[in-house]
Nanobody
Framework: VQLQASGGGAVQAGDSLTLSCAAS?????MGWFRRAPGREREFVAA????????YYGNSVKGRFTISRDNAKNTVYLHLSTLKLEDTAVYSC??????????????????WGQGTLVTVSS
Protein backbone atom coordinates (compact mmCIF):
# COMPACT_ATOMS: atom_id res chain seq x y z
CA VAL A 1 0.00 0.00 0.00
CA GLN A 2 1.26 3.50 -0.82
CA LEU A 3 0.92 6.32 1.68
CA GLN A 4 0.79 10.03 0.95
CA ALA A 5 1.17 12.43 3.87
CA SER A 6 0.14 16.06 3.59
CA GLY A 7 -0.92 19.06 5.61
CA GLY A 8 2.37 20.23 7.05
CA GLY A 9 3.35 23.87 7.14
CA ALA A 10 4.76 26.73 9.14
CA VAL A 11 2.74 27.73 12.19
CA GLN A 12 3.23 29.62 15.42
CA ALA A 13 3.42 28.18 18.88
CA GLY A 14 -0.03 27.51 20.23
CA ASP A 15 -1.56 27.00 16.80
CA SER A 16 -3.25 23.89 15.48
CA LEU A 17 -2.73 21.87 12.34
CA THR A 18 -4.19 18.72 10.84
CA LEU A 19 -2.10 16.25 8.90
CA SER A 20 -3.56 13.69 6.53
CA CYS A 21 -2.24 10.35 5.35
CA ALA A 22 -4.02 8.94 2.32
CA ALA A 23 -3.53 5.25 1.59
CA SER A 24 -3.88 3.61 -1.80
CA UNK A 25 -5.86 0.77 -0.23
CA UNK A 26 -7.15 -0.69 2.97
CA UNK A 27 -4.85 -0.71 5.95
CA UNK A 28 -4.66 -2.27 9.37
CA UNK A 29 -3.32 -0.26 12.28
CA MET A 30 -1.72 3.02 11.30
CA GLY A 31 0.81 5.25 13.00
CA TRP A 32 2.41 8.67 12.88
CA PHE A 33 6.06 9.22 13.63
CA ARG A 34 8.26 12.28 13.54
CA ARG A 35 11.92 13.08 13.20
CA ALA A 36 13.28 16.39 14.40
CA PRO A 37 16.62 17.70 13.10
CA GLY A 38 19.46 15.81 14.71
CA ARG A 39 17.17 13.48 16.62
CA GLU A 40 16.00 9.92 16.23
CA ARG A 41 12.59 9.02 14.92
CA GLU A 42 9.92 9.33 17.60
CA PHE A 43 6.58 7.59 17.90
CA VAL A 44 3.72 10.10 17.90
CA ALA A 45 0.45 8.20 17.69
CA ALA A 46 -1.22 5.07 16.38
CA UNK A 47 -4.75 3.94 15.74
CA UNK A 48 -6.28 0.50 15.35
CA UNK A 49 -7.83 -0.59 12.07
CA UNK A 50 -11.36 0.28 13.19
CA UNK A 51 -10.44 3.39 15.16
CA UNK A 52 -11.44 1.75 18.41
CA UNK A 53 -8.03 2.07 20.03
CA UNK A 54 -5.57 4.92 19.98
CA TYR A 55 -2.07 5.25 21.37
CA TYR A 56 0.07 8.33 21.94
CA GLY A 57 3.62 9.22 22.72
CA ASN A 58 4.10 10.90 26.08
CA SER A 59 5.26 14.16 24.55
CA VAL A 60 2.03 14.66 22.57
CA LYS A 61 -0.55 13.06 24.81
CA GLY A 62 -3.42 15.44 25.43
CA ARG A 63 -2.42 17.73 22.56
CA PHE A 64 -2.56 15.54 19.46
CA THR A 65 -5.47 13.42 18.25
CA ILE A 66 -5.31 10.60 15.73
CA SER A 67 -8.38 9.51 13.80
CA ARG A 68 -9.24 7.70 10.61
CA ASP A 69 -11.89 7.52 7.90
CA ASN A 70 -11.77 4.08 6.39
CA ALA A 71 -14.24 5.04 3.67
CA LYS A 72 -11.55 7.43 2.42
CA ASN A 73 -8.58 5.23 3.38
CA THR A 74 -7.23 8.24 5.25
CA VAL A 75 -5.72 8.73 8.69
CA TYR A 76 -5.54 12.14 10.32
CA LEU A 77 -3.38 13.66 13.00
CA HIS A 78 -4.72 16.80 14.61
CA LEU A 79 -1.98 18.76 16.30
CA SER A 80 -3.01 21.39 18.82
CA THR A 81 -1.24 23.66 21.28
CA LEU A 82 1.86 23.29 19.14
CA LYS A 83 5.25 23.87 20.74
CA LEU A 84 8.60 24.74 19.26
CA GLU A 85 9.77 21.21 19.99
CA ASP A 86 7.04 19.79 17.77
CA THR A 87 9.01 20.97 14.74
CA ALA A 88 9.79 17.85 12.72
CA VAL A 89 9.08 15.86 9.61
CA TYR A 90 5.96 13.83 10.30
CA SER A 91 5.54 10.50 8.53
CA CYS A 92 2.71 8.03 8.53
CA UNK A 93 3.20 4.29 8.51
CA UNK A 94 1.07 1.25 7.96
CA UNK A 95 1.60 -1.61 10.37
CA UNK A 96 1.58 -5.08 8.88
CA UNK A 97 -0.98 -5.99 11.49
CA UNK A 98 -1.36 -4.49 14.95
CA UNK A 99 0.29 -1.63 16.77
CA UNK A 100 3.05 -2.55 19.17
CA UNK A 101 5.19 -0.22 21.27
CA UNK A 102 8.13 -2.50 20.43
CA UNK A 103 7.53 -2.50 16.68
CA UNK A 104 10.63 -2.88 14.52
CA UNK A 105 11.03 -2.00 10.85
CA UNK A 106 9.79 -5.45 9.89
CA UNK A 107 6.44 -4.70 11.54
CA UNK A 108 5.64 -1.95 9.06
CA UNK A 109 4.13 -2.53 5.66
CA UNK A 110 4.96 0.87 4.22
CA TRP A 111 5.85 4.47 5.03
CA GLY A 112 4.70 7.80 3.66
CA GLN A 113 7.20 10.35 2.45
CA GLY A 114 6.77 12.78 5.34
CA THR A 115 5.43 16.29 5.71
CA LEU A 116 7.29 19.09 7.47
CA VAL A 117 5.79 20.94 10.42
CA THR A 118 7.68 24.03 11.54
CA VAL A 119 6.63 25.75 14.74
CA SER A 120 7.97 29.21 15.48
CA SER A 121 7.54 31.58 18.39
Amino acid sequence: VQLQASGGGAVQAGDSLTLSCAASGRTYDMGWFRRAPGREREFVAAISWNGGSTYYGNSVKGRFTISRDNAKNTVYLHLSTLKLEDTAVYSCAAYRHSYSPWASEADFRSWGQGTLVTVSS
